[in-house]
């Protein structure tokens, strides 16, 4: 079976200042995770995806994250905020080969950005 | 047109009511998918269409009912709604059908029954 955590529903943090939304997830087979953001009136846009490739992600908007198997997590990061960063993030595993019904989106993380 | 359109992009129906949300993709994708995003709760994969063909469906009420004449379109034909249906409709597509392939999704519609 498959899961995923956003373990914080709400982070802030400060323009200027790192970024860090936190997922963990649980899987059956081995899983491709993905980050979605969303800006309010607007669908979903990915961020950036893994694929049992490099570990280490590079998203656009300057946005990373890190695949740890030891840990089951995939946290998403960037180094300094922006306003234009404040949205709706949402984490995905996708854990089947051949079957999109085994996609689960996290239940998301609202990033405010203070001035 | 580039990327994923939806339309309309708001609807406010009554519990009789039939109408159609649309989807058209300008990708040249294989898949194309419905989701439903309610408020607090995680979205909801509805139905998926690959190569035309519907592969899956997921316990959805038969209110709803898909439609995908093509590659690049998707329709969601909507009747005798239930308030509880009101929500944001999201449409994506992808390149193929399975676990590696990124989805594209469009602004969504967003539909109050009232």
């Known amino acids: 079976a498959q899961s995923v955590t956003q373990l914080d529903s709400h982070v802030s943090v400060s323009e200027g200042t790192p970024v860090l939304l936190r997922c963990n997830y649980s899987s059956s087979y081995s899983p491709s995770l993905f980050w979605y953001v969303q800006h309010p009136n607007k669908g979903l846009q990915l961020l950036l995806k893994?694929?049992?490739?490099?570990?280490l992600v590079k998203g656009i908007n300057g946005f990373e994250a890190e695949f740890k198997k030891s840990e089951t997590s995939f946290h998403l990061t960037k180094p300094s905020a922006h306003m234009s960063d404040a949205a709706e993030y949402f984490c995905v595993v996708s854990a089947h080969p051949s079957s999109a019904s085994k996609i689960i989106f996290g239940s998301g993380t609202r990033l405010s950005i203070r001035p | 047109e580039t990327g994923v359109t939806q339309t309309p992009r708001h609807l406010v129906m009554g519990m009789t009511n039939k109408k159609s949300l649309k989807c058209e993709q300008h990708l040249g994708h294989n898949a194309m998918y419905w989701y439903k995003q309610s408020a607090k709760k995680p979205l909801e994969l509805m139905f998926v269409?690959?190569?035309?063909?519907?592969?899956e469906n997921n316990s959805v009420p038969s209110r709803f009912s898909p439609e995908c004449p093509n590659s690049s379109h998707l329709f969601l034909h909507l009747h005798t709604l239930q308030p509880e249906d009101s929500a944001l409709y999201l449409c994506?597509?992808?390149?193929?059908?399975?676990?590696?392939?990124?989805?594209?999704f469009g602004p969504g519609t967003r539909l109050t029954v009232t």
């Open positions: 994506a597509s992808s390149q193929g059908y399975g676990q590696s392939y990124e989805q594209y």
């Open positions: 893994y694929t049992s490739a490099a570990t």
């Open positions: 269409y690959s190569l035309e063909e519907r592969v």
